[in-house]
């Protein structure tokens, strides 16, 4: 690691919301209103019905700023009448931590562990894959979202 450097994690979380983009900027204010982070980039797709932020900061403001953005997604996106053409398993499909300057991967994995355990205070499942993967059939987020939502 470089010394005198900032830690910096980039996340790129999916939401199953493509279509209101009152509702992605809702979830976007989450992120942007935590001190120490800042958007990179925002796209959602109508067809998909999915929403894709990215976004950095330092390792603890985007744990927050993630958190309180899967409450609020959570809060607005109704999976029971959800339909898009992404295979998706949730109002949050995916929250990858990635090292990004000065951080490492286990660094990472530890923020999705903590990212996981608040949503499973929330009731909300949680299933860590590829690095922070806890079973080795789990690695690969296909084989998590093979029967969808709607199979869990």
Excluded: W
Aim: charged fraction near 30%; glycine fraction near 4%; aromatic fraction near 6%.
């Amino acid at each position: 690691m470089e010394k005198g450097k900032k830690k910096i994690v980039e996340s790129i979380p999916n939401y199953s919301e493509g279509q209101s983009s009152k509702k992605i900027e809702l979830i976007v204010s989450e992120i942007k209103n935590t001190p120490d982070t800042r958007i990179v980039d925002v796209q959602y797709d109508t067809d998909y019905n999915r929403a894709v932020i990215t976004f950095v900061g330092t390792p603890e403001a985007v744990l927050s700023a993630n958190i309180d953005a899967a409450k609020k997604a959570i809060e607005l996106i109704d999976m029971n009448i959800h339909k898009g053409q992404h295979p998706r398993i949730g109002a949050i499909d995916v929250v990858p931590f990635v090292p990004a300057q000065n951080v490492t991967m286990e660094e990472c994995i530890k923020l999705s562990i903590k990212f996981a355990e608040a949503m499973a205070k929330e009731g909300v499942p949680v299933y860590l894959y590829e690095e922070s993967a806890q079973k080795m059939e789990r690695k690969n987020i296909d084989y998590i979202r093979k029967g969808e939502f709607e199979k869990l």
